[in-house]
């Protein structure tokens, strides 16, 4: 009887927080929809799901300022707004591998990025990893490892206007 007590108490301090938050899905769902959000640069979906003090970094930007400023954001205003700045139109992650521990998912791939530039599309390739940690259903942390280095551009997509033509 005792041992069913203690199970039961034990079932509901662990259930308790995640219930509070109103959000359903595990780690790795609420990880999935964010990055989902993120690729569409859907701001308003990201903001529903960041935490209060979440924080938007990338190590690997802090020694680069030729190429980035250093990415290390507090908040989801400033993460927004740090995000906006790159204009981008829009990215998609090829994930080659994933994996979730502790409430953090782990994202190994690349992305292509499309930039909207004043003389067109310019679209660039990085090898990248990204950890999305989850805490009481919400999004605390995204850390990107990017490899700069190995970063390429492709080709430009045809122009809108040479689609038209054929």
């Not at 199970?7 to 899905?25: E, V």
């Not at 569409?40 to 930007?61: K, V």
């Not at 981008?88 to 499309?114: K, P």
Request: aromatic share 8%; proline share 5%; net charge negative.
């Amino acid at each position: 009887m005792n041992r069913l007590v203690l199970s039961l108490l034990a079932c509901l301090t662990l259930a308790g927080p995640a219930m509070a938050t109103g959000i359903t899905g595990n780690s790795r769902e609420i990880a999935e929809a964010y990055l989902a959000a993120y690729q569409r640069q859907d701001h308003d979906a990201m903001r529903a799901l960041y935490a209060e003090n979440a924080r938007f970094i990338d190590p690997t930007s802090l020694a680069i300022p030729q190429i980035t400023a250093p990415i290390d954001w507090r908040g989801a205003d400033a993460i927004i707004a740090g995000i906006s700045s790159w204009g981008i139109d829009h990215l998609n992650y090829t994930v080659e591998r994933s994996y979730e521990s502790s409430g953090a998912v782990i994202f190994d791939g690349r992305t292509v990025v499309s930039y909207e530039t004043a003389i067109g599309e310019r679209r660039f390739i990085y090898p990248i990893i990204t950890i999305i940690t989850v805490q009481d259903g919400k999004v605390v942390e995204h850390r990107d490892y990017t490899d700069f280095a190995g970063a390429r551009e492709l080709p430009a997509p045809p122009s809108r206007q040479t689609r038209r033509e054929k």
